[in-house]
Nanobody, 125 residues
Framework: QVQLVESGGGLVQAGGSLRVSCAAS????????MGWFRQAPGKEREFVAA????????YYADSVKGRFTCSRDNAKNTVYLQMNSLKPEDTAVYYC??????????????????WGQGTQVTVSS
């Protein structure tokens, strides 16, 4: 069973930066596409970024392109989300998610059966 633990959330002023991490255990990390999603109060959970298992391709939501960077360290079984130029509308609980081995559809919420508990990111104006 894959377990995911996020860390690094917090409170930051608009324009600032924050990095959230997700440590994975159980299963084979290197063969899984890893994704980041977020959910703001009263809104549905939405895709933010993903880093595929094969070839290291990255995907980003239009709202975060150019500001957020997703990376992974297979040796540490960890995926990161570097968030720069943060805006108040980025405020949400950020979730790390893992696909099954050799999964596809990296931007689809339904493609991720494994989820972390989430970490709160709050951006003040």
């Amino acid at each position: 069973q894959v377990q995911l633990v996020e860390s690094g959330g917090g409170l930051v002023q608009a324009g600032g930066s924050l990095r959230v991490s997700c440590a994975a255990s159980g299963g084979t990390f290197s063969t899984r596409t890893m994704g980041w999603f977020r959910q703001a109060p009263g809104k549905e959970r939405e895709f933010v970024a993903a880093f595929t298992w094969n070839g290291g391709s990255t995907y980003y939501a239009d709202s975060v392109k150019g500001r957020f960077t997703c990376s992974r360290d297979n040796a540490k079984n960890t995926v990161y989300l570097q968030m720069n130029s943060l805006k108040p509308e980025d405020t949400a609980v950020y979730y790390c998610a893992a696909q099954r081995p050799f999964g596809t559809s990296p931007t689809k919420l339904g493609g991720y059966p494994y989820w972390g508990q989430g970490t709160q990111v709050t951006v003040s104006s």
